[in-house]
């Protein structure tokens, strides 16, 4: 049976696990996901083949095995870490395979021309990247990156395999606490809402706005 005020006591509760852990882990290891997911996708245009290879099998290695299975055998082998760090480090790595994919992508969309210009302007390969490259890819990137961070955030939850107290992590142990779950995942439910569907609805916008 629905109980209100168990409702509210469990709203301040899970409304500070939110912040202190959901909020930061999604904020870090998007940061993580955007820097690495460039780095990859550079690398595997930039490398040698006998290089670019084996980098996109790695890749493709970390983004068709689950997440739970990463987090698992990081915390697990690496004892010294906090459960935390694995946590940030372990989705923003996770992420950034999916967003060096979003990358190459934007990358491919450049036109030859471009490239062929740069070479004929005699310009530096770095300096190519840089000043013609890179914002146009980027732009055309964006809107999906934003997508995986979306994602990531819904994914948070993964993190209850190596006892992060994450949101609804709290949820469950006040649901368990009170002898009724309903209410509190409940508030986990309209947490997760709140936070990502205008960050969705910011999305879609930045992608009408950037559309050639």
Known sequence: MWETELFLEAFPILLRQFVEITLVVTVLGSLIAAILGLV???AQRE????????LGWVLDFIRMTPLPVHLLVIYHGFPG?????????????????????????????????????ATALSLPRSRTWRAVIMPQAVRNTLPSLGNWAIAMFKDTPFLIFISVPEMVTAAREFGGKHFT?????????????????PTAILMRKLEKKLAY
Do not use: N
């Not at 490398?47 to 084996?54: D, E, I, V």
């Open 40 to 42: 990859w996708a550079i």
């Open 81 to 117: 870490i906090s459960a935390m760090t694995v946590g940030v480090v372990v989705i923003g790595i996770h992420y950034s395979t999916y967003m060096a994919e979003s990358y190459r992508s934007g990358i491919e969309s450049i036109g030859r021309g471009q490239w062929e210009a």
């Open 181 to 197: 779950y309903i209410e509190a995942f409940t508030v986990a439910g309209i947490l997760f809402l709140v936070a990502s569907y």
């Open 47 to 54: 490398l040698p083949s006998w290089l670019a290879k084996p």
